[in-house]
Structure formats: C-alpha cells, structure tokens
C-alpha cells in the first residue's frame, strides 16, 4: 500500500513525513518526525503518556490517526522549551519534585499547558480534572498538582515559592 | 445508613537489602581531563533518586563540588556488577560502594595535587569547591582540574577508584533456623484515619499520619517525594488494586492500565509526615533510604482502621465494597470498635 504524505507544523516547524495510512500520530511523531518527546504507555488512550496538543487542544495521539494531523498545529513537550530556559511548568515540576520516574510527565506536561492556555488561573479542582486522564504510579498526584498551581502562579507573577 | 469513623494503626520493621549471597554493589570512579568526575554504576535509577544519592555521596567522598559529578547508570554491558535496584538496598549498597571508589579516587587525586605542589599527601585537604589546599596555608592551592590535567598529561596517572560493597553471607543455623538476612533496619509507624458507608461498604481515607525513621535523609525533598508517592500506592494496593482478583484463578487478571483500578488525582489523602533521622552506622553517610516500606504499612493500618469502623475484618486484599458489606451481613450490621482519644467523629 503506497504511503501517504502528511504536512503539519510540529513545534512550529513545518514538518512532511509519509505514513502508512493506519499508522497512528504518536508512532508517526516518534518514528518519522523524531519527536521522542509523547510517550507510548498503553497504546490505548488510557494512560495519556502520549498527550500532545492538535490546533491547542489535548489528543491523545496513540488514539489520533497521522493522516488527521494534516495541516495541523501540533506542540509537544519537545518544543516547550526552545531556548536554555525550562517553560514554567517543566521549571516547577522539577523544583516541586513533581516526577520519579518521569514516564507520565510528557503527557502530564501537555494536559497542564492546554489547561493554563485557556484558564490561566485554575483551581485545584480545575487542575485535578485536567489531568485526570493522565495516570501517573509514582508521585502520588499531589505535587503534581501542587506544581501545575505553582506553574500558574508563577506565569502570573504570583511567585509562591 | 451510617458513615462510620475509624482509625487505625500499624507499623513496620523494614530491612534494607538481603544479606543472602553477600548483596554486593560495585561502583567505579574516574576523572575526566578536566577535572570532572564519573561514577559508573549498572544499579538503575526507577525514580526513587539513587542517581542523584549517589552524585552526593560521590561528591562527598571526593570532596569536590557536586555538580562536578556525573553518574552512569543502567548499563550492565559497561558498568560494574550490582546485584540491582530491589530489596530497599539502593542508598545502603550503592552507596556504601560508591564512597569505597570514590575514596580510592580521592586518594590518587591528592597523591598527584601533592606531586605537583611538593608536598605530601597528608597535609593535603579539599575545600569542597573544586581546590585542593596545603592544610593551615590554604593560600598552597591547586584546583581539581589542573590537578587532573597534570595526572592525565604530565604524571601518566589515573584519578580513579574501585569500590565493592559486600557483607558477610548469612547462612542458617540450621539447629534454630535462626539467620541474619539484613544488616540494618528502617521504621515507620503509621496512622489511617477513615470512613465506612455501611451502606454502600465505600471506604474514604481521610488522613494518614506518618513516621518515617530512615537513617539519615540525606536527600530530605526526596525522601519526602518517595513517602508521598509510596502511600498513595498503598492506598491503592489496600482499597484498589489487585493483580489477581480470582486467585488462584488467572482470570481477569489485569492486562493493562484499563483493567484495574487506582485513585486517580482527585482521590489523594492529606498526608503528614515526620522524618526522624537517626544514622546508620553501617550505612552511607548514615541514610538507610525508605525504599519499599513507603508503601507497607498502610495497608494493614487501612484494614486495622475498617476493622474500627465497622467491626469488619477483611483479611484479602484489596479491601473492596463488596468483602465489607459480606463481612457486615455476617456480623449483622456495622460493630465499630471503641473510639480511641482524638479519633475525628
């Protein structure tokens, strides 16, 4: 079957690649683009390790066709930090110890952008709902959560730390 | 229906490593040309912090700045033998092996900074910020890194250290079955405060306070990050969880992420925690580590405090709605034990 040419913006880089028409977005990321930043967890939309954002929104690219992603807007935590600077979120996970193991946080890393994007100032409820598709075994959740508000707080010049 | 309170206690002796065949780790150290150190390993790092452990404790035993220290982990092909990351035995073994080889390392460096300076050995100290200083005239310096150069350059000579960590095997008495399994311990004590819906059998922490007595901490924020994330695992292995729900049978055994249950973010419980630090005199630096026991006692203090609120004993994990509700109509209805002083109602 011959494949299929996909053009997307990853990162803000315009990217072509050629994929067979079943392949999925996140192995088309890892294996054609070379963005080993969306992990593969369960293959099945249940984990949210591969949580990209697709035009702002958070997808779940084991579950996302690469075919779809023509013309899209694709982030990924590869491209969360361009400069020397870590983004605010990957700068509080790390001071508030929000990873172990680290498998989960790509995808945790994700949801929390596409939530601080549209609700800058989000509650802890807020918070906890928007990542709750993600499924981490090693923190425990609460400095995850803990970090996310600290993210915000600090993009709002709220220093808490 | 009726929410009950409970609460419930346990705590727990852990050992740390297994002294069965010697439990040893190996660690190598060496310099770079320019000054830098590299401790290779091949223990792995499962996100418990070994990694960022044993930098300090190389940093300490060389006496040079942490971030002058690198360490390589995972890699059984190049690094040394380690008997691997298990048994609670991270910070214990690797470390004690890895302040072994960093001391043999440290020695060469100061062998050759004394060479270059002209003067011996002994009246050499580190000042921990990367020099190394003439005791009493610490104006007679060298840096780590010229030290270094000249080892590598002028003195053909290695700035490296082998370090093994073995203790001695323990066998079997075999007249008393008595045997020495592990050399040091680590303590908890943990109390679950909860709720019992009687109707439902849903139970709720609310609570967990916490004791934790590891030797000392040597990386506070991690100890506090692996008690945090270890009893949520233990929430979830007591009220959760299971990998065998039919057991013996195989079926339904969890496949996958979507084929069990665990408290999602919205499900965490306030958790208090109180290190006690009390150092190890086998143990690197005095840290024993938490290990596995972050996890251990809350489950049976869960069940301890089920067994308060309701007077049901559930003796097979995990401790699901429906084993609580067979155990009320066994006893018929809820049979909350006596109320112990400050137990919220």
Known sequence: MPKTPVTFTLNGAETGIFVDPGLNLLEALRREAGDLSPKFGCGQGTCGACTILINGEPHLSCLTLAVAAQDADISTTGGLAPGADLHPLQQAFADGFAAQCGFCTSGMLMAAKALLDRNPRPTRDEVVEAISGNLCRCTGYDPIVDAILDAAARVQGRVTA | ?345
């Open chain 2, 1 to 345: 229906m009726t929410i009950h309170t409970g609460r419930g206690f346990a705590c727990i002796n852990y050992p740390i490593g297994m002294n069965l065949g010697g439990d040893p780790s190996q660690a190598l150290v060496h310099s770079t040309p320019d000054g830098k150190f590299m401790v290779t390993l091949s223990a792995i790092d499962l996100g418990q912090g070994m990694k960022s452990v044993c930098r300090q404790i190389a940093a300490e035993a060389l006496g040079v700045p942490i971030e002058d220290v690198y360490v390589d982990t995972a890699d059984s092909d190049t690094g040394p033998h380690d008997m691997g990351s298990f048994a609670s035995r991270g910070t214990h073994r690797m470390g004690n092996a890895v302040i072994r080889a960093s001391s043999e390392a440290r020695a060469q460096m100061m062998e050759a900074a004394a060479e270059e300076l002209e003067v011996s050995a002994a009246d050499l100290d580190t000042d921990g910020r990367g020099n190394i200083q003439v005791k009493g005239a610490p104006s007679k310096m060298i840096t780590v890194a010229d030290t270094a150069i000249a080892a590598q350059f002028k003195q053909g000579r290695t700035l490296s250290g082998r370090g093994i960590f073995l203790i001695e095997p323990s066998g079997v008495d075999w007249d008393t079955g008595e045997m020495s399994p592990v050399t040091t311990y680590a303590h908890a004590a943990l109390v679950i405060d909860l709720t019992v819906d009687d109707e439902t059998g849903e139970v709720e922490v609310k609570h967990i306070n916490s004791a934790y007595e590891v030797g000392r901490a040597l990386n506070p924020k991690l100890v506090e990050q692996q008690l945090i994330g270890g009893a949520w695992m233990g929430v979830s292995h007591a009220l959760y969880e299971t990998t065998e729900p039919y057991y013996p049978a195989r079926d339904h055994l969890p496949q996958d992420f979507n084929t069990y249950l665990m408290p999602g973010p919205g499900e965490t419980v306030p958790h208090d925690i109180a290190v006690l630090e009390r150092p190890a005199a086998d143990a690197p630096y005095g840290g024993k580590g938490p290990g596995e026991m972050c996890a251990n006692p809350v489950l049976p203090a869960i069940a301890n405090a089920v067994y308060n609120a309701v007077g049901v004993r559930v003796d097979k994990l995990p401790i699901t709605p429906e084993k609580i509700l067979r155990g009320l109509q066994a006893n018929g209805g809820a049979k909350p034990g006596p109320r112990q002083p400050g137990t919220p109602q």
